[in-house]
Each structure stands twice: as C-alpha cells, then as structure tokens.
Antibody
Framework: QITLKESGPTLVKPTQTLTLTCTFS??????????VGWLRQPPGKALEWLAL???????RYSPSLESRLTITKDTSRNQVVLTMTNVDPVDTATYFC???????????????????WGQGTLVTVSS | DIQMTQSPSSLSASVGDRVTITCRAS??????LTWYQQSPGKAPKLLIY???ILQSGVPSRFSGSGRGRDFTLSISSLQPDDFATYYC?????????FGQGTKVEMK
C-alpha cells in the first residue's frame, strides 16, 4: 500500500523560503519509471502542478515557478523535499505530494499519472 | 503552454442522473488526458487515464472518451459519493496542466 504524507510549516512570512517534505512508503524511488510530484491548490481554486522528480533524478518544474522551486529526493530516507523561495501571499495553498508512474496507452506509448496522493498540508503566507 | 478548459464549471444533478463533463485542450494532445475526482477536503483521486482507461477500483459507471482536443467524462448513473469536483489534466507536454474543475452538486 502506497502512502505519502506532507510536512512543513503552516505559516510562512512573505519573502521567506518554504520547505516541504514528503515522506512516503510502499514504493521505492529507485524503481524505474517512478516519480514523486508536488502539486498545490489555493483555497477554492484549481489544482496546479509544481514539480516532479524521477527515479533517475531527472527533474521537471512548472515554467511559471521554475526560478523559485527546487525538488530533491533522499532515496534512503524515502523523502522528497520541495523548496520555494521568496514566497508571497498568493502562494497560500494546500500543498500535495503524489506518487507518479507511467501507464501504457491503448495505441502505444505511455502517459504519466499521479495515482496516490498525500492528504495535503495547508500553508499560509502572511506577515 | 497547453491550456485545459472544462465545461460546465458547475452542474446540478440528482442521484441516478447521467452526467457529462467536457474538457478541451488548446492544442492536440492525442490521448494524454487524465481525469481526477476530488471530494471536499480530500486529496484528488485518479479516475481515468489515457482518455479512456479506467483506474483499477473505479466503478464502471465512470467512462472517458475523446482524442485530440476534445474529451468527455461521463457518469452513467450518479451516486451519492459522486458529488465532487472533477478535474482534467494533460500529460502531453509533461507540464501536467489542469482544467479549472467542474463541481457536481446535488439538485
């Protein structure tokens, strides 16, 4: 059974750096094809993908936030860490981490899905 | 960036109704379309991937169709647990953009 849990501060001041940790079990980030992503959801708004780290340490970032984000993995501790610099009140959101893997498609090729999610952690940015 | 547009933004329905939600991509994304369900206060749940493949454990009343730019999520007979918000998401560009969501409310 795959489980993920987000941890980090609930309140951050503007301009500070936010560090969130995703601790997972039930899978290994050494397994080919596996990734862990971070996504967020401002109150009452839609989901937004932020970053994804793969088993081979390849990393992808949302272009709109790339300059502020860093995602790293600690395979031995089963953790993935997201840092976001220079936070602003618009970064107030519930932050989720999620297990990601490739799935085969009917006509060939594969697509990446987020198939197991943490419960999320609400981060408020306010002075 | 690929933009995803869902319609409607919300709908009211009754238990037993057939419900259809559409999602349009700003460019051809082949079948790289995923649907998620999110109940209030909960994390999203994977429903359908590759436009039409049902995730294991998801009831067969859910179905997805489409290819290219236009996609549909259908619920054949709405059940009480289905009152939730539904999101489409593209994975064609590996930037994983979501639609704005469709809230299914009780009539």
């Amino acid at each position: 059974q795959i489980t993920l849990k987000e941890s980090g501060p609930t309140l951050v001041k503007p301009t500070q750096t936010l560090t969130l940790t995703c601790t997972f079990s039930g899978f290994s980030l050494r397994t080919s094809g596996v990734g862990v992503g971070w996504l967020r959801q401002p109150p009452g708004k839609a989901l937004e993908w932020l970053a994804l780290v793969f088993w081979d340490d390849d990393k992808r970032y949302s272009p709109s936030l790339e300059s502020r984000l860093t995602i790293t993995k600690d395979t031995s501790r089963n953790q993935v860490v997201l840092t976001m610099t220079n936070v602003d009140p618009v970064d107030t959101a519930t932050y989720f981490c999620a297990h990601s893997e490739g799935r085969n498609m009917v006509r060939g090729g594969s697509t990446r899905v987020f198939d197991s999610w943490g419960q999320g952690t609400l981060v408020t940015v306010s002075s | 960036d690929i933009q995803m547009t869902q319609s409607p933004s919300s709908l009211s329905a009754s238990v037993g109704d057939r419900v259809t939600i559409t999602c349009r991509a700003s460019q051809d994304i082949s079948s790289y379309l995923t649907w998620y369900q999110q109940s209030p206060g909960k994390a999203p749940k994977l429903l359908i991937y590759a436009a039409s493949i049902l995730q294991s454990g998801v009831p067969s009343r859910f179905s997805g169709s489409g290819r290219g730019r236009d996609f549909t999520l259908s619920i054949s007979s709405l059940q009480p647990d289905d009152f939730a918000t539904y999101y489409c998401q593209q994975s064609y560009s590996a930037l994983y953009t979501f639609g704005q969501g469709t809230k299914v409310e009780m009539k």
